[in-house]
């Protein structure tokens, strides 16, 4: 079941919560199906209806058990990514192009294709109003570069994971 906007923002405003208390990541992913209104325009209600649950039903295959999904405008969804910085949500938009966008969906006996991109911002601990604002913009930029893309926002309160110290065990002793 998708989640409505004012349940999302609920539930970001609680998670934004959690991600301070325990000091750990929190992220929102924006990812919006490319050419949407033409979708609107040329598939009849059902068909359309049915794409629509049938992409969600994928999305939701995708997530944790703690993610949460939801429709945030016509032809967008809002995925809420607790414990996950905006770092490794770009692997997961990743993930969600291949998984739930690069096969056929069949919805009332018609074949559809669909692409989307994908806008990432990650909390940092800030306000959820101002994490989806980033969001959005982010998703503009992704829309503007192309079908597919997927663009984090410049918010850079996050340490990149790959700039983290790797630890080296000196000692093969721990090894038989």
Known sequence: MLLSRDELITIMFRETDRAQRLKTGLTVILCGIDGWESHESRLEKPVLL?????????IARVLRCYD??????????????????SFYAVAMAQRLRQDV???????NGE???????????GSGGRSPVVVL????????????????????????AEPD???FPVLAIEDNSLYP
């Open 50 to 58: 049915e794409a629509e649950l049938e992409i969600s039903r994928r």
């Open 68 to 85: 949460s999904l939801g429709g945030f405008r016509k032809g967008e969804y809002c995925l809420i990514l607790p414990g996950c910085n």
């Open 101 to 107: 966008f690069s096969s056929t969906i069949f919805a």
């Open 111 to 121: 074949e559809l294709k669909f692409e989307a991109c994908f806008g990432i911002a």
């Open 133 to 156: 604002r980033d969001a959005e913009n982010a998703l503009k930029s992704a829309q503007e570069r192309g079908s597919g893309s997927i663009e984090r926002s410049s918010y850079d």
């Open 161 to 163: 994971p790959s700039t």
